[in-house]
């Protein structure tokens, strides 16, 4: 009787211990279950090269969000639609310009917003106006060497 108690005892640690590992990675990962507190707005640009899922939204250097998912925008045809998720506290307002960067020499791509100076802050599933898109490093230097500059 004291085996079976025993052994009871070691399966019900050991279930809790991996419910803990799974709660862990989950965190660590950055990974959600559920869809999380964020609310999505979108907004389109000529170019997101290099510019992932996954990607960290920022607004003066803080992260805010991530990008949601990149789409081809059906209404133009030739321009990129990203969704970004930002967290539900960080109010953005209507006037805001978003623009792709790359963080260092040959790091990941990601999108930083400036702040406006507008009252109406943008809502769920609301659209970014403003956008710079990406820099084309292979573009300019091809300019560059034809002499198109």
């Known amino acids: 009787m004291n085996i079976a108690k025993l052994e ?3 399966g019900i640690f050991m279930v809790i211990g991996i419910f803990c590992l799974g709660y862990v990675s989950i965190k660590l990962g950055k990974m959600e279950l559920v ?3 964020y609310y999505t707005i979108s907004a389109g640009f000529d170019s997101v090269s290099g510019l992932k899922p996954g990607a960290r939204v920022e607004v003066a250097g803080v992260e805010v969000g991530k990008v ?3 789409t081809l925008d059906v209404k133009s045809g030739d ?3 990203a969704y970004l998720k930002i967290r539900t506290g960080v109010k ?3 006037d805001v310009i978003a623009s ?3 963080s260092g020499i040959i790091g990941d791509k990601f999108i930083k917003l400036k702040p406006g100076g507008s009252d109406r802050m943008l809502q769920n599933n609301d659209k970014i106006r403003e956008t710079e898109s ?3 490093i292979e573009e300019l230097v091809s300019k560059f060497i034809h002499g198109k500059v």
């Open 8 to 10: 009871m005892m070691v």
């Open 35 to 37: 869809g999380g507190d």
């Open 68 to 70: 949601d998912r990149i």
């Open 79 to 81: 321009r990129a639609l």
């Open 92 to 94: 953005i307002t209507d």
């Open 100 to 102: 792709v960067r790359t």
């Open 134 to 136: 990406a820099i084309d």
